[in-house]
């Protein structure tokens, strides 16, 4: 249903849109031949007052067809090409009039009954970001950015995308009790995404998932879960983290929950998910601290390289994979035990911290060392061909490696069939030569993934949602005049257009959220097909109605061999523009 939903919405949004046209044109006294519901060839419809109005195959949007379109044609009453070049330009802009229309009439009806955004609360920091150097925290809420209200986490997430290079963000925030802080964010590009960036992630709540390990353990859909494995999900960072780890535990989890009321106690039976990925059972080490804010915690320093707990021996293999390790020692030992830390080539223990996984996240960013060092899991595929942690790859079949995701790359490429690593392992005077094959690696399943916060925004009175409606078509406008500025200026990779396809995906994803959300999301779309069908390209409005304002510009028309050549380019453009949005949908499809 949902998928009947996004394509009827889509389609709804160009009728509106030709609706516009056909609309004024009557108003001016035109002649409209054709009326479409659809493209393609005519399945129904009925003729009146000279208009055939047809219902075509595809429901797809729709068109227009006006007598005296070709402007080489002789004039003739009630033609378009005999209207005065004010008219014309009313009928050409009344399909871009009628999509802002939509946006302005919906939107306020829409915030009266209340509209779902992903709650503007701030995820997963990314240590050594942007967002992390400027003091922000898992579990912030953004009030404002610029002092512009943020309703949601895209408002946020687009002004940072938008933000020009080096330019400094005033983000206000509420964080626990305390009063608002204001709080100076920098982002900076990131090639990944294309585009400005903060390090950030939304919030995420844990789901129980149906037809899953969870429900066949008693869980319900809507019970609330309060713990897992005896710690208590109640901050960000621990349900964040504990949910992440499930799929590396294939023991039975403890879960308690809360049912209205009442607190129930379940155990989570793992299942192994199907076609578990090949592996060869290696992560990168990252455990040397990059950047450090003293006065917060103990006595860590920059450099150090944090082994793991101290177990009293006199060599210590690393065990950090990365924050994500350290954050789940510290919730499972309720603060850092005493700690084995490499210090100047020498190893020291530093004593017990009872720091909290927030302060821990927030003022300790771990790198991987270089060169990038293996931490090999015990029974794995590489631990059985030899390798062990700390060992660092030099090469992989002959071809030098230098980083750990060449390494990834290699295995990736190379399986199910065996690679040859060349392995550099402290203390040994000669390489290594280890020849690993990849294996599948089981993941296990104990029915709970993660769901974006969701928070419903929603007027107090008619007059307040006409505010937040007004305001949210002027954002949109905004943003997308500011996305086309920022691809024009290099800020914004191209790589981030989006098609059809991409536009299909994102109208089921709300279709499936519920009507309002949908009609909200075809607002959406709406203010930003009138914006691009403003833009002075020749076959799109802009481009008719740039040639009728340089008409009463020159006092004459434009010659119909530049109008004509001026069609020709703006047709090549679409096109190709068509072609490099669609392989955009496609890749992006492939990497997710």
């Given at each position: 249903?949902?998928?009947?939903?996004?394509?009827?919405?889509?389609?709804?949004?160009?009728?509106?849109?030709?609706?516009?046209?056909?609309?004024?044109?009557?108003?001016?006294?035109?002649?409209?031949?054709?009326?479409?519901?659809?493209?393609?060839?005519?399945?129904?419809?009925?003729?009146?007052?000279?208009t055939?109005?047809?219902?075509?195959?595809?429901?797809?949007?729709?068109?227009?067809?006006?007598?005296?379109?070709?402007?080489?044609?002789p004039?003739?009453?009630?033609?378009?090409?005999?209207?005065?070049?004010?008219?014309?330009?009313?009928?050409?802009?009344?399909?871009?009039?009628?999509?802002?229309?939509?946006?302005?009439?919906?939107?306020?009806?829409?915030?009266?009954?209340?509209?779902?955004?992903?709650?503007?609360?701030?995820?997963?920091?990314?240590?050594?970001?942007?967002?992390?150097?400027?003091?922000?925290?898992?579990?912030?809420?953004?009030?404002?950015?610029?002092?512009?209200?943020?309703?949601?986490?895209?408002?946020?997430?687009?002004?940072?995308?938008?933000?020009?290079?080096?330019?400094?963000l005033?983000?206000?925030i509420?964080?626990?009790?305390?009063?608002?802080?204001?709080?100076?964010?920098?982002?900076?590009?990131?090639?990944?995404?294309?585009?400005?960036?903060a390090?950030?992630?939304t919030?995420?709540?844990?789901?129980?998932?149906?037809?899953?390990?969870?429900?066949?353990?008693?869980?319900?859909?809507?019970?609330?879960?309060l713990?897992?494995?005896g710690i208590?999900?109640?901050?960000?960072?621990?349900?964040r983290?504990?949910?992440?780890?499930?799929?590396?535990?294939?023991?039975?989890?403890?879960?308690?929950?809360?049912?209205?009321?009442?607190?129930?106690d379940?155990?989570?039976?793992?299942?192994?998910?199907?076609?578990?990925?090949?592996?060869?059972?290696?992560w990168?080490?990252?455990?040397?601290?990059?950047?450090?804010?003293?006065?917060?915690l103990?006595?860590?320093?920059?450099?150090?390289?944090?082994?793991?707990?101290d177990?009293?021996?006199a060599?210590?293999?690393?065990?950090?994979?990365?924050?994500?390790d350290?954050?789940l020692?510290?919730?499972?030992?309720?603060?850092?035990?005493?700690?084995?830390?490499?210090?100047?080539?020498?190893?020291?223990?530093?004593?017990p911290?009872?720091?909290?996984?927030?302060?821990?996240?927030?003022?300790?960013?771990?790198?991987?060392?270089?060169?990038?060092?293996?931490?090999?899991?015990?029974?794995?595929p590489?631990w059985?061909?030899?390798?062990?942690?700390?060992?660092?790859?030099?090469?992989?079949?002959?071809v030098?490696?230098?980083?750990?995701?060449?390494?990834?790359?290699?295995?990736?490429?190379?399986a199910?069939?065996?690679?040859?690593?060349i392995?550099?392992?402290?203390?040994?005077?000669?390489?290594?030569?280890?020849?690993?094959?990849?294996?599948?690696h089981?993941?296990?399943?104990?029915?709970?993934?993660?769901?974006?916060?969701?928070?419903?925004?929603?007027?107090?009175?008619?007059?307040?949602?006409?505010?937040?409606?007004?305001?949210?078509?002027?954002?949109m406008?905004?943003?997308?005049?500011?996305?086309?500025?920022?691809?024009?200026a290099?800020?914004v990779?191209?790589?981030?257009?989006?098609?059809?396809?991409?536009?299909?995906?994102?109208?089921?994803?709300f279709?499936?959220?519920?009507?309002?959300?949908?009609?909200?999301?075809?607002?959406?779309?709406?203010?930003?097909?009138?914006?691009?069908?403003?833009?002075?390209?020749?076959?799109?409005?802009?481009?008719?109605?740039?040639?009728?304002?340089?008409?009463?510009?020159?006092?004459?028309?434009?010659?119909l061999?530049?109008?004509?050549?001026?069609?020709?380019?703006?047709?090549?453009?679409?096109?190709?523009?068509?072609?490099?949005?669609?392989?955009?949908?496609?890749?992006?499809?492939?990497?997710?």
């Amino acid at each position: 249903m949902s998928i009947l939903l996004a394509i009827l919405g889509i389609g709804f949004l160009l009728f509106i849109h030709e609706a516009g046209h056909f609309l004024v044109a009557r108003w001016c006294g035109v002649t409209v031949e054709v009326f479409s519901l659809g493209i393609g060839p005519r399945i129904g419809g009925f003729k009146r007052g000279g208009t055939d109005y047809r219902l075509s195959l595809l429901p797809i949007g729709g068109y227009v067809r006006m007598a005296g379109e070709d402007p080489g044609k002789p004039p003739l009453p009630g033609h378009l090409n005999a209207q005065p070049p004010a008219a014309r330009l009313f009928i050409f802009s009344g399909g871009i009039l009628a999509n802002f229309l939509f946006a302005l009439v919906s939107f306020p009806l829409l915030f009266h009954a209340g509209v779902s955004f992903e709650a503007p609360v701030l995820g997963r920091v990314d240590s050594g970001g942007p967002a992390w150097a400027a003091g922000l925290r898992e579990g912030d809420r953004i009030l404002r950015v610029n002092g512009e209200e943020t309703l949601g986490f895209r408002h946020f997430s687009a002004a940072v995308g938008l933000s020009k290079p080096g330019e400094s963000l005033d983000v206000e925030i509420a964080r626990g009790l305390s009063s608002t802080i204001h709080i100076n964010l920098t982002p900076s590009f990131s090639e990944v995404a294309g585009m400005p960036r903060a390090g950030v992630g939304t919030a995420l709540l844990p789901a129980i998932r149906d037809e899953s390990p969870a429900t066949q353990a008693g869980l319900k859909k809507d019970d609330v879960l309060l713990s897992l494995g005896g710690i208590f999900l109640d901050t960000p960072i621990a349900r964040r983290i504990l949910l992440e780890s499930l799929p590396e535990n294939s023991q039975p989890v403890p879960a308690r929950v809360r049912r209205g009321d009442v607190e129930m106690d379940f155990l989570l039976n793992p299942e192994p998910f199907p076609e578990p990925p090949s592996r060869i059972g290696v992560w990168e080490v990252v455990d040397e601290i990059a950047a450090f804010r003293g006065n917060a915690l103990g006595t860590f320093q920059v450099g150090d390289r944090i082994l793991g707990p101290d177990l009293g021996e006199a060599e210590r293999t690393p065990t950090l994979r990365g924050m994500n390790d350290l954050l789940l020692l510290a919730l499972q030992k309720g603060g850092l035990p005493a700690l084995a830390v490499e210090r100047a080539g020498k190893r020291i223990v530093l004593p017990p911290l009872g720091a909290s996984p927030e302060a821990i996240a927030a003022n300790i960013h771990l790198q991987a060392r270089e060169p990038f060092a293996l931490l090999v899991r015990e029974g794995g595929p590489a631990w059985e061909a030899g390798l062990r942690s700390g060992d660092q790859p030099l090469g992989a079949d002959g071809v030098p490696l230098g980083s750990f995701l060449d390494l990834a790359k290699a295995i990736s490429t190379s399986a199910p069939e065996s690679v040859t690593l060349i392995v550099d392992r402290p203390g040994v005077p000669t390489d290594l030569i280890v020849e690993v094959a990849p294996a599948a690696h089981p993941l296990w399943d104990h029915g709970l993934s993660f769901q974006s916060l969701q928070e419903r925004v929603q007027g107090s009175n008619f007059l307040q949602s006409c505010r937040l409606g007004l305001g949210e078509a002027w954002e949109m406008t905004a943003q997308v005049a500011g996305t086309l500025s920022s691809l024009f200026a290099g800020s914004v990779s191209p790589n981030q257009l989006g098609g059809i396809i991409t536009i299909g995906v994102l109208t089921h994803g709300f279709a499936e959220r519920g009507f309002i959300d949908f009609i909200f999301f075809l607002g959406l779309i709406s203010v930003n097909l009138a914006f691009l069908n403003l833009l002075p390209i020749p076959v799109l409005d802009g481009g008719h109605i740039l040639l009728v304002i340089l008409e009463m510009l020159r006092g004459k028309p434009v010659p119909l061999r530049i109008q004509g050549a001026l069609q020709m380019v703006g047709a090549l453009f679409l096109l190709g523009l068509l072609v490099f949005v669609t392989y955009n949908d496609i890749v992006r499809l492939a990497t997710s």
